[in-house]
């Protein structure tokens, strides 16, 4: 498997790995599509923030993207797709972000946690850090973090 840089033009292959991960924790299908129509998926959109891919053999099975703020670097999304799901592929896109937060400077990666991803986060050493404010979806997320040593 190789992480790399997302290419400006997949937008529409990481929309549906969203949808598809999205879905697979029980959300109701519609809701998931409407969620993920709401985001912006364009090759400008894309560019405005570090979005790296899991490329399986040529097919793209997770992608996670990091907004740099400085001294804290915020995981906007990491999605992989149900059946890569426990093969390590979201490990791998978390510990990229985390390469390139410190490479960008940042001390700290915060981000909302989808409910059913936090025990992952927490095996990749993350901690709470607040309560989110009410989400698109109608409730309080955590809100986790990491803080990044120099390497």
Known sequence: MLI???DPGEGEALRTIAIA????????????????????????????????????????????SLIDQG????????????EAMRQGVGTQLFHRALERARQLGAMRVEWE???????????????????????EWGRILRVMGVDLTPR
């Open 21 to 64: 991960a999205k879905a697979h924790w029980g959300y109701e299908l519609e809701c998931v599509r409407a969620w993920a129509e709401q985001g912006d998926f364009s090759p400008a959109g894309l560019t405005a923030k570090e979005v790296f891919v899991a490329d399986l053999d040529g097919r793209l099975v997770g992608w996670a």
């Open 4 to 6: 790399r840089r997302a």
């Open 113 to 135: 946690a989808e409910p059913n991803a936090t025990g992952f986060y927490e095996k990749m050493g993350a901690y709470d850090l607040r309560a989110s404010r009410l989400s």
């Open 71 to 82: 001294d804290v670097c915020w995981l906007d999304d990491l999605w992989v797709e149900p």
